[in-house]
């Protein structure tokens, strides 16, 4: 599984340290160039429920072969598509397998470590973080090394390649025996709006700052290369509380750490909005640990309100390709905000209140209910006493 996690930002991450050659190299405009980066995002909305699908109807392991290798093919041929457009499609591809790792990931935790899930979804989501902080150290050193950015491009593909070699040696089980479609426990969508809007808000913080914070801190007079360092820190400090934090949350505190960590991140792009060299070793460290230990705490939640594992990736599916949307729209959100105000100070301002709100909305009452909706849709055996 964390063999598995480690594909889950690669083929966002990848790309931007060596845009500027792609850009050159093919002939695209910025804009173009750029959605290389926003396609894996949509993509996961897209295809979340194709994901929940093959859950429902292959099982875990078949289905975790096929995300690991649509991301790994994707990754190939990005690497060697000789046009833009190529390119794109590729990248699709690539957002067809995260979308499904996504999805099968939380499934997977439920039925093999449901007593352990808030250990191990942080573990999968710090290997995720680990080899994005990898992916984005290395691929400039590969492509100058080698002369070729395609090279450093296909060298993604290996944590890809290692991952399907362990899952092929899985044992392919069938998957669990289905209720009858009226019968399965839909998700109500108040709970779906809910949750998505928890996801989604704390996730748009991290994409817009992962896109945007080197550029915040050049305009506040760093040189380039320190303003890199704050890019970094991200993945790098998300590894330390994705071990820890949901180690120690339990499901009746889980909410309770969402706001913790919301409220912490919403603090410290508050600070990067308005004083952003001023403390800005507090500000990156209070917004690279909050960022590592809100992501699998949300993650989390779909396996608190669920117990079977088919339900799980159904409210998950929910959650991502609603939430995905959101995320997605943060980048060039941003961007245009700069560009109206002239500088960073308004985009991040209003991160810091979808960081707060996120925390706030985690612990609506809305999300009470998750448990009592389930029970309504229980199945009645055929001999049960009806009466009773």
Not at 142 to 167: S, T
Request: glycine fraction near 8%; charge should be positive.
């Amino acid at each position: 599984m964390l063999a598995a996690a480690a594909n889950l930002r690669l083929g966002v991450v990848q790309v931007g340290p060596v845009i500027e050659r792609i850009r050159a190299d093919t002939g695209a405009s910025s804009g173009l160039a750029g959605v290389l980066t926003t396609i894996p995002f949509i993509c996961s909305s897209v295809f979340a429920f194709a994901g929940s699908g093959m859950v429902r109807h292959i099982g875990d392991v078949a289905t975790m072969r096929l995300a690991l290798l649509f991301v790994t093919a994707g990754t190939l041929a990005r690497a060697a598509a000789p046009t833009i457009d190529l390119m794109l499609a590729a990248t699709v591809v690539i957002g067809l397998g995260v979308a499904t790792l996504s999805v099968v990931l939380p499934s997977t935790v439920k039925l093999h470590f449901a007593e352990r899930a808030g250990s191990v979804t942080g573990a999968y989501i710090a290997s995720m973080s680990a080899f994005s902080a990898l992916i984005a150290v290395v691929t400039v050193p590969l492509a100058e090394a080698f002369g070729d950015w395609r090279i450093a491009l296909a060298a993604a593909a290996i944590p890809g390649l290692v991952a399907l070699a362990l899952w092929l040696r899985a044992p392919v089980q069938p998957p669990a025996p289905q209720l009858p479609e009226a019968r399965k426990a839909h998700p109500r969508l108040r709970l779906v709006v809910t949750l998505a809007l928890v996801y989604g808000l704390q996730s748009i913080c991290f994409t817009t700052m992962t896109a945007w914070i080197a550029a915040l801190y050049e305009d506040a007079g760093w040189p380039p290369g320190r303003a890199a360092l704050a890019t970094a820190s991200i993945p790098i400090l998300s590894v330390v509380s994705a071990l820890l934090v949901p180690v120690i949350s339990r499901p009746t505190t889980r909410r309770n750490w969402i706001l913790a960590a919301g409220l912490t991140m919403s603090a410290s792009l508050v600070g990067m909005a308005t004083i952003p060299t001023t403390g800005a070793p507090l500000w990156l460290l209070a917004f690279g640990l909050g960022c590592g230990a809100i992501f699998p705490l949300v993650m989390t939640l779909p396996l608190d309100m669920r117990e079977a594992p088919d339900d799980v990736a159904r409210l998950t599916a929910w959650m991502l390709a609603f939430g995905f949307l959101i995320a997605a729209v943060g980048p060039a959100a941003a961007g245009a905000l700069r560009d109206a105000t002239g500088a960073f100070t308004l985009p991040v301002l209003l991160l810091a209140g979808c960081a707060a709100g996120a925390g706030i909305l985690a612990r609506s009452p809305l999300l009470d209910e998750s448990r009592r909706t389930l029970l309504r849709f229980q199945p009645v055996p055929a001999d049960a006493d009806v009466d009773r």
